[in-house]
């Protein structure tokens, strides 16, 4: 079946990443959840989606369904839940409910109670955050484990079929987001996957920050987007190498005219730009901006790396929208 | 009294568009309803909970944004 209006949901069945337009639901007749399909990453809305991976999902929630064991996703809640009960239908001009707006009525009532942090801005991580990429067509079968990441760390191979994450049972790549949504911003959670006939149970670390991802396509958190305000050109190879920098290093040299932001932090004409907060970046000039939306959001204050007339500087830049 | 015409003119013609436009919300509305239900989409959720009640088989709910 298909629902239109979110404002008549119940969103504690019904929960998902409300600045996404698209989500899928497997549930029984006692609104009891057994998948997700959906999710997106920032770089495209539908990378992470194919027809193929939702047949799969769909052959994945029958066959849990036939089973004697069935498992579901956790409700946040015992009890219903409805947008009106945190926001009058006129709040949203009294017409039709976007779906993003639900998550920023919700942001609302958390700033009104005192309730809001930072957390709330980076939802649904992606599991590639821990260095687990899952297949699209057959969501819960890992395509690629990321070197040294905790996925790695914790013994994950491509070809593992992930079962369960933070107690969540996984069928597809939306499933995994919710799931992480759930998972504290530091420490571990339990994740158990098959690999041929063999089950395997662990706990997965959640290093600090690994929340954190490109938040510029969501509507909800757009208003805390930061931007570097850094600009210039990159160094040449020769040039780099001269500094002692790899090829792939970021360096380059700032533009003439500078930013009343970056001003303020003491850039200058002629800085040497290496990087922010003291982390070695292998990218472009060009690419620092969207490094900056993805880690950073309004406010914060970073440590801008330069190189200014042979010696290395630190200087702080407060981050605006 | 030219002036007045001219303001005259002017109303009916918002008016008419409003009510065009209007109109083809309202097709449009109705368009995707019935091009759903023709392909065997449930779109009341009640409905479609007694129906997977019924016949012992999970439901599949899709949530989109209406383009």
Known sequence: MRLAQIDRS??????????????????????QVYARYGGRIAESPDERQSLAGLRYTMQSVLAAHRSEDKQFAPPQQARPFYIRDIAPR???GGGCIHCHQVKEFMDNKLKADGAWSLDQVFRYPP???LGLKL?????????QVVADSPAARVGMQPGDVLRSLNDVPIHSFGDAQFALDRAPKSGSAPIIWQRDEQSISKRIELPEAWRRSDISWRSSVLYLAPFARLYGFDLTDEEKLSLGLSPNRLAFRHEDRVHDQAKAAGIKPGDIILGVDDRELEMRAFDLSAYVRCNYVKGEVLTVNIIRNGEPLRMKMTLLP | MKRTIKVLGLAAAVALCWLYAARAQAQSDGGWQREATRYGWQ?????????????????????RCIP
């Open chain 1, 90 to 92: 006129r709040a949203a």
């Open chain 1, 135 to 143: 297949e699209i067509d057959r969501g819960n079968v890992v395509e």
């Open chain 2, 43 to 63: 779109l009341d959720y009640q409905v479609a909970k007694d129906l997977a009640r019924r016949t012992g088989k999970p439901l599949m709910v899709v949530i």
């Open chain 1, 127 to 129: 599991p590639e955050n």
């Open chain 1, 10 to 31: 119940d969103l504690n069945v019904f929960d998902f990443d409300y600045d996404l337009t698209f989500m899928v639901f497997f549930l029984n007749a006692d609104e």
